[in-house]
């Protein structure tokens, strides 16, 4: 990997190797919850979540699916120049209800020839026998994406976030996943910024994603959203978001660590919704934190995979 160029890995560069060409992942909004909204096991809602669960266009989630597929995709070809794309299931845990849902939410967007494939999101604790089943019945048919909301593999951090689940359910997850549906491209997201986070636990989370057999990794910088639990934290002076520079330092140290085969998705997050942002404003300013990341990273030659050797 040369850094001059390509401090990291990108997935598009996958994305081209697999599909020819360039493509694009839509995400669609459709009604569903969570383990923790519903209460299981007297959870509560991810203290960062908002209402509406992570959603990318939540202003299209009122439309009927096949209605929403088009409308994203007609503002998706004009912006980005691009004639395929990946069908995201994104917002909230789309393997929490009846496997059923999800096939006819899959079936509707295969309908389109330009959808090449489809990506699930979901959670670690949402994975049953079915679920596998659903997920290797169309990795037959169609390019299949799973993407794990792992988020931290601390304990302590994971508990902070309301998430419900344990570390070690995510590694249970990903080995499931990696043992029974051997077709099915495998991601995780990654949150960095949370409290008395260091860069020691940086880099051991780097060697964990390492030996885990995953396919790429999404990078979340922890941000603040209204009407969220976070909000409250903030508000009451408990939570700092970290600034730009800081956040992307982590971001290069983590990147230097890892192993350098594995695709990175982005380096920074924005928030889908930027009037419920409420800190840090930087990441309202997608493109220019991106350039940011990379002349950082460009500037101290910093590239993926640099210490990935030197591990054991």
């Not at 839509?26 to 009604?31: G, K, Q």
């Not at 439309?63 to 794309?85: N, P, Y």
């Not at 299931?89 to 509707?108: C, G, M, P, S, W």
Request: charged share 30%; glycine share 6%; proline share 4%.
């Amino acid at each position: 990997m040369d850094h001059l160029e390509r401090p990291y890995n990108p997935i598009n560069e996958y994305y081209k190797k697999r599909f020819g060409e360039k493509v694009y992942k839509i995400s669609v909004s459709v009604p569903g919850t969570c383990p923790n909204r519903e209460g299981i096991r007297g959870m509560k809602p991810c203290n960062f979540c908002d209402e509406w669960g992570s959603a990318a266009f939540p202003e299209f989630r009122e439309k009927e699916l096949s209605k929403q597929i088009e409308s994203i995709k007609e503002v998706v070809r004009i912006r980005h120049r691009v004639h395929k794309f990946l069908l995201y299931f994104q917002a909230y845990t789309n393997t929490f209800r009846k496997t059923q849902v999800l096939k006819d939410h899959i079936e509707v967007g295969l309908k389109s020839e330009d959808i090449c494939g489809i990506v699930v999101g979901t959670r670690p604790d949402c994975l049953s026998e079915n679920v596998v089943e659903l997920l290797n019945h169309y990795a037959e048919r169609t390019a299949v994406f799973v993407e794990l909301g792992v988020q931290s593999f601390d304990n302590g951090q994971l508990e902070w976030m309301r998430r419900g689940h344990s570390a070690e359910k995510s590694i249970w997850a990903i080995e499931k996943i990696r043992a029974q549906c051997p077709k099915v491209n495998l991601g995780i997201h990654l949150i960095f910024g949370l409290p008395q986070e260091t860069d020691s636990d940086l880099i051991k989370t780097a060697h964990t994603v390492n030996k885990l057999n995953i396919d790429n990794v999404k990078l979340h910088n922890l941000h603040v959203l209204t009407k969220t639990p976070l909000e409250q934290e903030y508000l009451r002076g408990d939570f700092k978001p970290l600034e730009r520079e800081e956040y992307v330092r982590r971001v290069g140290l983590f990147l230097r660590h890892l192993d350098p085969k594995i695709y990175v998705h982005r380096l920074t997050a924005v928030a889908s919704r930027h009037d419920e942002l409420v800190a840090p404003r930087w990441t309202t300013e997608k493109m220019r934190s991106y350039q940011f990341a990379i002349d950082y990273l460009k500037e101290r030659q910093w590239e993926q995979g640099q210490e990935f050797s030197k591990q054991s």
